[in-house]
């Protein structure tokens, strides 16, 4: 596992918040990934995340995932699977 993402995951989980964001762009090379765009204070943010193949095979654009962002560092962000 990467430092940096398990550091991410501390940082969110010591401080959770809990919204929706919406699937802007879907990518498939190499790997799966997909851009999540969520507002925070009437602040918009962008999440590029890399996914399994499983959840990008069941969501499209458009659609809304669940987001967990840190209290303290609202960019510091995951998206719920």
Do not use: H, W
Not at 29 to 34: A, S
Not at 48 to 77: A, L, R
């Amino acid at each position: 596992m990467d430092i940096n993402f398990e550091e991410t995951q501390a940082e969110i989980l010591s401080n959770p918040i809990y919204i929706k964001g919406v699937i802007t762009t879907k990518r498939s090379y190499k790997g799966k990934g997909i851009d999540v765009a969520y507002l925070i204070g009437g602040k918009k943010y962008l999440l590029t995340t890399g996914v399994k193949t499983e959840f990008y095979k069941q969501y499209e654009v458009g659609d809304t995932v669940e987001i967990v962002y840190s209290k303290k560092k609202s960019q510091c962000c995951i998206v719920k699977a």
